[in-house]
């Protein structure tokens, strides 16, 4: 079968799998599913929780989006024991606080929103974004060496961490790593796109 990735492209999950497929230029089908695209008994069928994404290739159906990017990593992305540290603390750390605050400011209508639950989720974020900033300082990359899935993991938020308009601190390394990570076409073409569609009305 064609190498397939169910998932919406406005999902930041399944948008680290796309990047990654743009990274080593694997050719691959993807079905709009989840969110508006529905198709839930589908994805049920492939993965208990009847979450986005799922990959399929060769007979293997994996689900979790950085096992999906593991995965691929074997077909030209670095990927070792540090880069797999700074994944777990994405999932961990850095991506709970950053969903609140998109929640916030994004899926919810302005009447909707808490100032209490955006002050916690902006103070845990920016405090993410600290530790992100001093490891930085140290190494251009966060596996110490070379762009890796610790990037894909940690840096497809960074697009929007940025745009949307919420109490950010200043993380100049961060910015710098940013900017570094938006120069790669595959991260244009993946990462930095329009979310409107998950926009409160």
């Given at each position: 079968?064609?190498?397939?990735?169910?998932?919406?492209?406005?999902?930041?999950?399944?948008?680290?799998?796309?990047?990654?497929?743009?990274?080593?230029?694997?050719?691959?089908?993807?079905?709009?599913?989840?969110?508006?695209?529905?198709?839930?008994?589908?994805?049920?069928?492939?993965?208990?929780?009847?979450?986005?994404?799922?990959?399929?290739?060769?007979?293997l159906t994996l689900w979790e989006s950085h096992a999906i990017v593991r995965h691929l990593?074997?077909?030209g992305i670095a990927h070792d024991p540090v880069a797999d540290q700074w994944m777990e603390?994405?999932?961990?750390?850095?991506?709970?606080?950053?969903?609140?605050?998109?929640?916030?400011?994004?899926?919810?209508?302005?009447?909707?929103?808490?100032?209490?639950?955006?002050?916690?989720?902006?103070?845990?974020?920016?405090?993410?974004?600290?530790?992100?900033?001093?490891?930085?300082?140290?190494?251009?990359?966060?596996?110490?060496?070379?762009?890796?899935?610790?990037?894909?993991?940690?840096?497809?938020?960074?697009?929007?961490?940025?745009?949307?308009?919420?109490?950010?601190?200043?993380?100049?390394?961060?910015?710098?790593?940013?900017?570094?990570?938006?120069?790669?076409?595959?991260?244009?073409?993946?990462?930095?796109?329009?979310?409107?569609?998950?926009?409160?009305?």
């Amino acid at each position: 079968m064609t190498p397939t990735l169910w998932g919406r492209a406005s999902s930041v999950n399944v948008q680290k799998v796309m990047w990654a497929l743009a990274e080593i230029g694997l050719e691959h089908e993807r079905i709009d599913a989840a969110g508006k695209y529905g198709r839930v008994d589908e994805l049920r069928a492939l993965n208990p929780n009847a979450r986005v994404p799922i990959w399929q290739e060769d007979g293997l159906t994996l689900w979790e989006s950085h096992a999906i990017v593991r995965h691929l990593a074997a077909r030209g992305i670095a990927h070792d024991p540090v880069a797999d540290q700074w994944m777990e603390w994405t999932t961990s750390t850095l991506q709970p606080s950053f969903i609140a605050i998109f929640w916030q400011m994004v899926r919810m209508r302005p009447e909707e929103r808490s100032a209490e639950v955006l002050a916690k989720q902006s103070e845990a974020l920016n405090a993410a974004l600290g530790i992100l900033d001093d490891r930085l300082e140290q190494s251009p990359w966060l596996n110490g060496s070379a762009f890796s899935t610790a990037e894909i993991a940690a840096g497809s938020l960074m697009y929007r961490i940025h745009d949307i308009d919420w109490p950010k601190g200043d993380f100049p390394r961060v910015s710098d790593w940013y900017a570094r990570l938006a120069e790669r076409p595959g991260y244009r073409a993946t990462v930095m796109t329009s979310y409107e569609e998950l926009r409160a009305n």
